[in-house]
């Protein structure tokens, strides 16, 4: 997009002038309490991590923040952020042919040796191209030269990388807090060894088909230019060879054997954001073994941080952020060994002070409200739990079984203790469902209110989420078809229908959007 060398006071000199005409300068402008701003011209090799959507969304992210931690604490590597802008500052770029800058240093994109994008999920597919465009980037791999940054790409939706391999030069498959390392010191390796051979044109091609082949040979790393597919007839992949005996055969996925210390120093926004609030993992992997998860498939194994280290963040994170609301993180947070233990500790350790602990993605058992009664000061807002189906058939195809008695027992014991809103989340579209199977979910919802009503009136609340199922690669219903979308408005409706009534709240994913994210 910039035809001219842009440096940061240029920058500077526009965003001076446009800010304040655009919603919500305060994406554009860097400067955050705890932001890590290193010595541009001291470091031997720049990262920019981007995340494919807007600030208040990538700064919510954890896995951003735990990358941008670990690097802006190596010798000579400089990690700074950046975020895709919101329509209105997008035009004013294009206009000014202002191209996208990091918020520490706000140099230009293209500046850096390294752009680590973060893929979540499949609907930040199209964002990249429109993030990698503004930055000046040439958006097809094959485009770019030695003069360019490598396009790094990790996240969730790296795990399939066949959608976004003519975009991205190399994916981190897997875990990254250590490869994000090796491959920072082999990108600061090739660069003391080709000096500035890399900006002569005559070279600079097979200098960056160097850097690739270096890439490629760390574990974990997948190199699409360096690989043939071959597909069958249906599109499916049938091979994926090297395209020489140098490359290796098989990428397998990193996996962090012990989870890195927690970041406790995190970047303090001037807006409000998604998640206003400091997470803390407390354990990655699952072995539920839901079928449609895909998370719970590809973070195995499970790895438990200590309750000693999770207090210690707590407290770090307190005193660094001012943050009074900490997230305790995990895919299945009651199945964390020593969670009681855990949930005792904090409420003894902080009472009246005023912080409030969630503890997201807790089992439906009475149980999780003994949990949430240890933690003592903490609010009683919602409780949130994923039963996801409702009829025995249906928890059964889904491996995910969780019998009603148990749900309206846990739910009894939550009212009870002075919770007046339980949000349930459900998935409708999964394999061989009926308008039966969605008729009981209408009928569960009911019947926790109920419980609800027992102890707060027309106080209780019941908030139904449902989501409808896309089929993700690496799990045993990858290859099931996505309902057809006349299926998914017709049960819409019906729960829309029946579940309009005080103390009942529904929400639903637009079927449009749900075929979008399966076809990508």
């Known amino acids: 997009m910039a035809a001219l060398h842009w440096t940061p006071r240029a920058i500077d000199a526009v965003l001076d002038r446009v800010l304040l005409t655009i919603e919500k300068p305060g994406r554009y402008t860097g400067g955050e309490h705890n932001q890590v701003v290193n010595d541009w011209e001291a470091a031997s090799v720049r990262v920019a991590l981007a995340f494919p959507d807007i600030y208040e969304l990538g700064m919510s992210n954890l896995g951003l923040a735990t990358l941008y931690d670990i690097l802006n604490r190596r010798a000579g590597i400089l990690c700074e952020r950046v975020y895709c802008p ?19 240093t706000h140099h230009p994109l293209y500046d850096f040796d390294l752009i680590g994008v973060s893929l979540p999920y499949e609907q930040l597919y199209s964002n990249v191209l ?102 069958h007839l249906d599109g499916t992949v049938a091979a994926i060879k090297p395209i020489d005996e140098s490359i290796p055969a098989t990428v397998r996925k990193r996996i962090v054997p012990v989870l890195p210390p927690p970041v406790t120093k995190f970047i303090v926004p001037y ?46 994170i307190m005193r660094e952020t001012g943050f009074e609301e900490i997230a305790l993180l995990s895919l299945s947070s009651s199945d964390y060994t020593k969670v009681k233990q855990l949930a005792a500790a904090i409420g003894e350790k902080f009472a009246g002070r005023h912080l409030q602990i969630s503890l997201p993605s807790l089992r439906i058992e009475t149980a999780s409200a003994d949990l949430m009664d240890a933690l003592k000061d903490n609010r009683r807002g919602g409780f949130t739990f994923a039963p996801e189906a409702a009829t025995e058939h249906m928890r059964r195809v889904i491996n995910k079984f969780i019998p009603t008695p148990q749900v309206l027992e846990a739910a009894r014991e939550i009212y009870s203790r002075g919770w007046r809103t339980i949000k349930l989340y459900f998935m409708i579209g999964h394999p061989s469902e009926t308008l039966d199977d969605v008729r009981a979910i209408i009928d569960l919802a009911k019947a926790v209110l109920a419980e609800g009503r027992r ?50 709240k529904v929400s639903w994913t637009n079927p449009e959007e749900s075929l979008l994210e399966a076809y990508l």
């Open 86 to 104: 919101w329509t209105d500052m997008e035009a004013v770029m294009r206009r000014e042919g202002l191209p996208l800058y990091s918020l520490e």
């Open 130 to 231: 429109n993030l990698l465009d503004l930055g000046g980037i040439p958006i097809k791999s094959e485009d770019r030269d030695a003069s360019h940054p490598i396009v790094l790409a990790g996240g969730h939706a790296t795990y399939n990388p066949d959608p976004m391999a003519d975009f991205i030069d190399a994916f981190a498959i897997g875990e990254g807090e250590e490869v994000i390392v090796e491959i920072a010191r082999c990108i600061e390796q090739w660069k003391h060894q080709t000096g500035d051979e890399r900006f002569n044109p005559a070279r600079s091609k097979s200098l960056r088909a160097d850097l690739l082949h270096r890439l490629a040979q760390i574990d974990g790393v997948y190199v699409p230019g360096l690989y043939d597919v071959q597909y």
């Open 271 to 316: 807006i409000d954001i998604a998640h206003n609030r400091a997470p803390v993992e407390i354990m990655r992997g699952c072995t539920r073994g839901c079928r449609f998860c895909h998370a719970g498939m590809v973070t195995r194994p499970v790895r438990e941080r200590k309750v000693d280290e999770v207090l210690t963040a707590v407290e770090d």
């Open 455 to 504: 102890f707060h009136g027309k106080a209780a609340q019941v908030n139904v989420g449902a989501s409808t199922f896309v089929p993700k690669p690496h799990t045993p219903f990858q290859w099931v078809p996505l309902d057809r979308a006349e299926n998914t408005l017709e049960k819409q409706a019906l729960l829309k229908k029946e579940l309009r009534t005080t103390g009942l």
